[in-house]
């Protein structure tokens, strides 16, 4: 049996006459870039996340690119990562020329851990004055924001980071790019910083036909700030405001993801209960004293972007799954502060060991809402097979 990790065209047979009835439209009238089709979108995501503001975008990492702009983030400044994520969280706001500095994660949820962030500041940073930025201690850079990351599907614990925020006035930039709808403590992922950045790449489960993205704040003066910025820096052509850049969404795209915002939610219910099932064959197959399935976190639900294993004999797992057409992939088998790219920021190994362990254990799983439960099946009882050898 073939097992793909995700089968993008199973989902785009459901769909296919809606995509087509909702393209066709847009090719009629040539009102290829934003437009009617894209506001329409726009409105479709603001009733989604319950914010607002709501700026459709070229891609999940101009939307990082883009918030940081607009938020004046540069060579003075520093923000605080996950270490542990897709590599355009840290990158794009290294192209900005911020610092970013890594801490650690929760090694339940993969998301940046509150406490991390809390020594890491108490550690490195000092407030001098009431209503300035923490500045650190040895390169006086400003820290100026906290960007979690809700991985896999679920939010970080929000709480005690928005806290964080308040104590030391920092920005809340939220990558939402893994996690649209899925919500902590019912408000959506996104929703609960001053920006929040979604991805629409194809794999995602909300995802285009090609590359889009989608910002939400819930700051108007910001909102219509990257509204501008998103133009070349402003509302009107060839008059510009600002210096921005070329982040406008495509309407085909737009219209594209009209159609699958409908099915959202189906979907979301789908993969979670591939989930739970999952967990039960796990259990049948004796693997729960094995492996570690995905944890949910207090106060959150999860939408299961990737479905992620802590597995023993990881890399030997994924060769032998692969080789019996079993579909898996490492999200992330280097962490960012050991990047060759960010070298420069002087980390080692050891520094962040919670991140570092899960490279070395994490291992996704086949979960898309077409998936069969005799794939499934399958897929679980290789898995116990490799572990029986």
């Not at 405001?241 to 959202?264: E, F, P, S, W, Y």
């Not at 004999?313 to 960012?336: H, N, Q, S, T, W």
Request: hydrophobic share 40%; proline share 5%; charged share 25%.
């Amino acid at each position: 049996m073939k097992v793909p990790l995700l089968d993008l065209t199973a989902q785009y047979k459901t769909i296919k006459d809606e995509v087509i009835a909702a393209i066709m439209p847009v090719m009629e009238t040539q009102m290829l870039i934003l437009g009617g089709t894209v506001e329409k979108f726009e409105a479709a995501m603001s009733e989604l996340t319950g914010v607002k503001g709501s700026i459709a975008v070229s891609s999940g990492t101009d939307a990082i690119v883009l918030a940081g702009m607009a938020l004046g983030l540069g060579h003075e400044d520093d923000v605080i990562v996950p270490s542990f994520t897709f590599f355009a969280t840290a990158g794009c706001i290294a192209r900005l020329g911020v610092r970013p500095v890594f801490a650690d994660i929760d090694p339940k949820t993969y998301c940046l851990d509150a406490d991390s962030v809390a020594k890491l500041i108490a550690r490195d940073y000092v407030v001098k004055s009431d209503d300035g930025p923490p500045i650190h201690r040895k390169t006086g850079r400003k820290l100026r924001a906290i960007m979690p990351v809700h991985l896999y599907g679920q939010c970080a614990d929000m709480d005690p980071l928005l806290q964080i925020c308040e104590i030391y006035r920092l920005h809340m930039i939220e990558d939402a790019a893994q996690a649209i709808d899925a919500h902590y403590q019912g408000k959506p992922a996104g929703s609960m910083g001053i920006v929040g950045c979604y991805s629409f790449y194809p794999t995602k489960n909300l995802g285009a036909f090609g590359d889009a993205g989608h910002i939400v704040s819930t700051d108007p003066a910001l909102t219509d700030l990257m509204r501008k910025m998103r133009v070349h820096g402003g509302h009107q052509r060839y008059y510009h405001d600002v210096v921005g850049m070329n982040a406008r969404m495509d309407a085909i795209q737009a219209a594209v993801l009209t159609v699958k915002i409908k099915h959202l939610k189906k979907w979301i219910h789908a993969r979670q209960e591939l989930a739970a099932r999952y967990a039960s064959l796990f259990e049948k197959h004796g693997l729960l004293k094995t492996i570690t399935p995905p944890a949910t976190g207090a106060g959150r639900d999860h939408t299961y972007h990737q479905y992620v294993i802590r597995a023993p004999k990881r890399d030997a797992l994924r060769d032998f799954l692969k080789a019996a057409d079993v579909g898996c992939e490492i999200y992330y088998p280097m962490p960012l502060h050991l990047q060759k790219c960010f070298a420069n920021l002087g980390y080692k190994e050891g520094d962040l060991p919670e991140t570092e362990k899960a490279t070395r254990e994490v291992l996704a799983l086949p979960i898309y809402p077409e998936l069969s439960s005799e794939q499934q099946a399958y897929v679980v009882e290789k898995m116990a097979e490799f572990y029986r050898k």
